[in-house]
Nanobody, 119 residues
Framework: VQLQASGGGLVQPGGSLGLSCAAS??????MAWFRQALGKERAFVAV???????LHADSVKGRFTISRDNAKNTVYLQMNKLRPEDTAVYYC????????????????WGQGTQVTVSS
């Protein structure tokens, strides 16, 4: 499975940005977003199952929304009300099995896309 993420960029605080990640190859169940800020560990953001079950990290609940299009094998992350602390490299990830928030259980990773929230 290969994952190709896109959509990062520079946005002002309070703004919105959308990320997408297209998967090629085998069908996966769990598709997730993680992020890694400079000097910090990779952190869970959100995950969605093929059936539509979602989990969001507490830090992004009410601001970020994960979704997927199974026909296109693509996962999306809509980010609203962005804050400077959301600045990070965002990675999409996938696995065949059930959804999980732990990065060590994901088998496939995209290349990462930079999101910078700054005025």
């Amino acid at each position: 499975v290969q994952l190709q993420a896109s959509g990062g960029g520079l946005v002002q605080p309070g703004g919105s940005l959308g990320l997408s990640c297209a998967a090629s190859g085998r069908t996966t169940n769990a598709m997730a977003w993680f992020r890694q800020a400079l000097g910090k560990e990779r952190a869970f953001v959100a995950v969605v199952s093929r059936g539509g079950t979602t989990l969001h990290a507490d830090s992004v609940k009410g601001r970020f929304t994960i979704s997927r299009d199974n026909a296109k094998n693509t996962v999306y992350l809509q980010m609203n009300k962005l804050r400077p602390e959301d600045t990070a490299v965002y990675y999409c990830a996938a696995r065949q099995s059930v959804i999980t928030t732990s990065p060590q259980y994901y088998d496939y990773w995209g290349q990462g896309t930079q999101v910078t929230v700054s005025s």
